[in-house]
């Protein structure tokens, strides 16, 4: 983790600066120090769980949804008046920089984001750097959405949210979901040189992105590498770390703590967190006191609730809990979070009820 924060970069307004977040729980513990209990949020807490959400998202497609001001802040509010978390993440989406700077993408429902022309030469690369750089003219809707928000969160801090520069290339080469991700790990080994023309613009898209919601206001930058773990850790470490690194960098210079989430990573923890993260975020599949182990103890986890257990009898998910707050003690400081995302199915007052339980211990 990094040492103390120098703040100067960021606007006399922002809630770190003014005091507004400084102290709070999830600041605190983002910085190594252990809050009475736990600050507690969720992936994907802003979103199909919520009627609110779905009332709000009613005939409105995902990206338009995500690029209106006055509707991105009122769906990041909404868990946050119903659930009493302790941090709003900002309710966007891993594409929503390549829609920014003009690339043809659509998230189709039931499928996901689709790319219209998939990445898979230098010259595909270049006309991607043809669009233009994502500058604050094309960034602003995101801005203001966040600007909107935290004038309305007080004292509660919000979290930036980024797809990580590997996950976005591989959107873009793959064209849309992929299991194996195989078109991505076959351009990185056929042709190097596309391949880091390519990270070298998704970091430079997704430094930009963050960097506009921190300036916004957000006390905090995730970083998330969903399909980071399709990789081995040699691929991961030579060919997607260093722009990962490049963002992480980008952020922690405006004065925040970041912090690093990929689905599958057990194997990538230490070179997630070694690329620049001051915290670990920690899949479902890793108890939290392993990971802090193989982190070396000195790195402040994110985690890691099972999402499928919010659907199980309460008191199976209340021991479970209990158990992941426990195994949170082995780290520095620990911010309870799910695993992954909250699924769309799930009871919102499951949540409601999880927040509770969180803050008694």
Avoid: K
């Avoid at 606007?11 to 513990?29: E, I, K, N, Y």
């Avoid at 193989?294 to 021991?319: H, K, M, Y």
């Amino acid at each position: 983790m990094s040492g103390t924060i120098d703040r100067v970069s960021l606007p006399p307004h922002h809630p770190l600066v003014d005091g507004r977040t400084s102290g709070s729980a999830l600041v605190r513990a983002y910085s190594g120090d252990r809050p009475q209990s736990p600050p507690v949020w969720f992936m994907r807490q802003a979103g199909r769980s919520l009627p609110e959400y779905r009332e709000s998202r009613a005939g409105v497609a995902m990206l338009d949804a995500c690029l209106d001001p006055d509707l991105a802040a009122e769906i990041t509010l909404q868990p946050v008046r119903r659930h009493g978390v302790d941090a709003a993440v900002f309710f966007s989406d891993i594409v929503v920089p390549l829609r920014l700077v003009g690339v043809d993408v659509e998230i189709v429902p039931g499928t996901g984001p689709v790319i219209a022309s998939p990445v898979r030469t230098v010259d595909d690369v270049a006309r991607l750097r043809d669009l233009g750089p994502l500058d604050a003219a094309r960034v602003s809707p995101v801005a203001e959405g966040v600007a909107r928000t935290v004038s309305r969160l007080g004292t509660t801090p919000l979290v930036g949210f980024a797809g990580a520069p590997f996950t976005l290339a591989a959107y873009l080469v793959e064209g849309g979901p992929s299991r194996d991700h195989l078109a991505a790990r076959r351009l990185m080994h056929a042709d190097p040189a596309a391949w880091a023309a390519l990270m070298d613009w998704t970091a430079e898209i997704t430094g930009a992105f963050v960097a506009a919601q921190v300036t916004a206001g957000a006390s905090a930058a995730q970083l998330f590498d969903s399909w980071a773990g399709a990789l081995t850790l040699a691929d991961y470490t030579a060919h997607c770390a260093p722009a990962s690194a490049r963002v992480l960098a980008q952020a922690g210079a405006l004065g925040v703590r970041t912090v690093h989430f990929g689905v599958g990573t057990g194997e990538l923890l230490v070179a997630m967190r070694d690329a620049g993260a001051d915290v670990m975020g920690v899949d479902y599949r890793v108890p939290l006191d392993e990971a802090s182990a193989r982190l070396g103890g000195r790195t402040p986890l994110q985690g890691n609730v099972d999402p499928a257990l919010l659907a199980a009898p309460w008191e199976v998910l209340e021991t479970h809990v209990r158990d992941v707050v426990r195994r949170g003690t082995a780290a520095p400081a620990h911010v309870v979070n799910l695993g992954h995302g909250v699924p769309p199915d799930t009871d919102p007052t499951v949540l409601t009820r999880l927040v509770q339980l969180v803050h008694s211990l």
